[in-house]
C-alpha cells in the first residue's frame, strides 16, 4: 500500500515569497491534515479536512496560510508571503476516518531565509 | 484545555537496557492514545495505538505501552533497547472532537 507522499522534500525561499507543498493521501482516507513541526517541537496541526471540508483550521495563520482540498483526496498548502519563522517542517498526514491512526509523509522541510 | 505531556525532552541509555517513555494526558473522557517515532528527516511512524479494551498494547519494534486511567498516563517501554532505536518518541491523543494533539517528544540517545 502506498503511503503519504508530498513533495516537494525540500525548499529555500526568500522572506516574502510564496510557497506551496502538495500531499497525496493514502487512497481512501478520508482525514487529511497539515502539521507545521518546528525544530525541537512536537508536531502543532494547522489544518484538518474531512473529504473536501474543513474540520479544524483553529491554528492556521489565515492571514499568510492557505489550504485547500478539492475533490477530496489532494491537498496543497501554501504560504504568502512567507515569514522568518514560518521555517520549519510541514507534515501532511491521513487517516481513514478522524479517530483512527494517522499515518504521515516524510515532510517538506521549509528554510526562509 | 485537552493536553499530552511528555515530561522528559531527553533520556539516555545504554544499549541492552530497558527503557521506559512517559506520556501523561489530559482530557475530559479518555482519547484515543498514540506513540509515533521519528528519525532524522523522517516523518512519523505509528509504534502503536490504545483505543479501548486491554490497557497493555503491544507495538512494532517490541514496544508497548500501558494504559493507566488512574495515573493518565500511557507509558512507552521496551526490555532491551537497541541502538537503532535512537531516535525521538512522540506520545499523541485524539479526543471526542477527533483533534490529534502532541506531546513535545522525547529524544533517545542510545550508548554502545
Known amino acids: 500500500e502506498a503511503g503519504v507522499a508530498q513533495s516537494p522534500r525540500y525548499k529555500i525561499i526568500e522572506k516574502r515569497q510564496s510557497v506551496a507543498f502538495w500531499c497525496n493521501p493514502i487512497?481512501?482516507?478520508?482525514?487529511l491534515y497539515w502539521y507545521q513541526q518546528i525544530l525541537g517541537q512536537g508536531p502543532k496541526l494547522l489544518i484538518q479536512f474531512q473529504n473536501n471540508g474543513v474540520v479544524d483550521d483553529s491554528q492556521l495563520p489565515k492571514d499568510r496560510f492557505s489550504a485547500e482540498r478539492l475533490k477530496g483526496v489532494d491537498s496543497t498548502l501554501k504560504i504568502q508571503p512567507a515569514k522568518l519563522e514560518d521555517s520549519a517542517v510541514y507534515l501532511c498526514?491521513?487517516?481513514?476516518?478522524?479517530?483512527?491512526?494517522?499515518?504521515f509523509g516524510q515532510g517538506t522541510r521549509l528554510t526562509v531565509v | 484545555a485537552q493536553s499530552v505531556t511528555q515530561p522528559d525532552i531527553h533520556i539516555t541509555v545504554s544499549e541492552g537496557a530497558s527503557l521506559e517513555l512517559r506520556c501523561n494526558y489530559s482530557y475530559g473522557a479518555t482519547p484515543y492514545l498514540f506513540w509515533y517515532v521519528q528519525s532524522p528527516g523522517q516523518g512519523l511512524q505509528l509504534l502503536l495505538k490504545?483505543?479501548?479494551?486491554?490497557?497493555l498494547v503491544q507495538g512494532i519494534k517490541g514496544f508497548e505501552a500501558e494504559f493507566k486511567r488512574s495515573q493518565s498516563s500511557f507509558n512507552l517501554r521496551k526490555p532491551s533497547v537497541h541502538w537503532s532505536d535512537a531516535a525521538e518518541y512522540f506520545c499523541a491523543g485524539v479526543s471526542g472532537t477527533y483533534k490529534y494533539i502532541f506531546g513535545t517528544g522525547t529524544r533517545l540517545k542510545v550508548l554502545a
Open positions: 487512497s481512501g482516507h478520508a482525514t
Open positions: 498526514a491521513s487517516s481513514l476516518d478522524r479517530n483512527t491512526e494517522a499515518f
Open positions: 490504545y483505543f479501548s479494551g486491554d490497557t
